[in-house]
Nanobody, 124 residues
Framework: QVQLVESGGGMVQAGGSLRLSCAASGLTFSSYDMGWFRQAPGKEREFVAAIRWSGASTYYADSAKGRFTISRDNAKNTVYLQMNSLKPEDTAVYYC?????????????????WGQGTQVTVSS
């Protein structure tokens, strides 16, 4: 059974940092591209960042560029999202997801497994 378990969410003041982790089990982690999405109340789920199975390529939403960094450790079956300079508009539930290799990582339809999400709240 595939499981993706996010952790590291919480409440932080604007300008602060958080590091999200997503631990994967039940799949060959190194064979999957991994992504982070977020969903704020009343809004659609949106792409944040993604990383190819090898770690060689990363992708970011414009809102994340320069502030967020995605990385992965295939030996630990874990993907990370380092979030710096957080803003109140970053408040959302953050989800990690796994996609087959070389999928279109910016869209949700490319992902086959999803975690339950972790709440990030940024206060002004």
């Amino acid at each position: 059974q595939v499981q993706l378990v996010e952790s590291g969410g919480g409440m932080v003041q604007a300008g602060g940092s958080l590091r999200l982790s997503c631990a994967a089990s039940g799949l060959t982690f190194s064979s999957y591209d991994m992504g982070w999405f977020r969903q704020a109340p009343g809004k659609e789920r949106e792409f944040v960042a993604a990383i190819r199975w090898s770690g060689a390529s990363t992708y970011y939403a414009d809102s994340a560029k320069g502030r967020f960094t995605i990385s992965r450790d295939n030996a630990k079956n874990t993907v990370y999202l380092q979030m710096n300079s957080l803003k109140p508009e970053d408040t959302a539930v953050y989800y990690c997801a796994a996609a087959g290799r070389n999928t279109m990582v910016e869209v949700t339809t490319g992902y086959v497994y999803w975690g339950q999400g972790t709440q990030v709240t940024v206060s002004s």
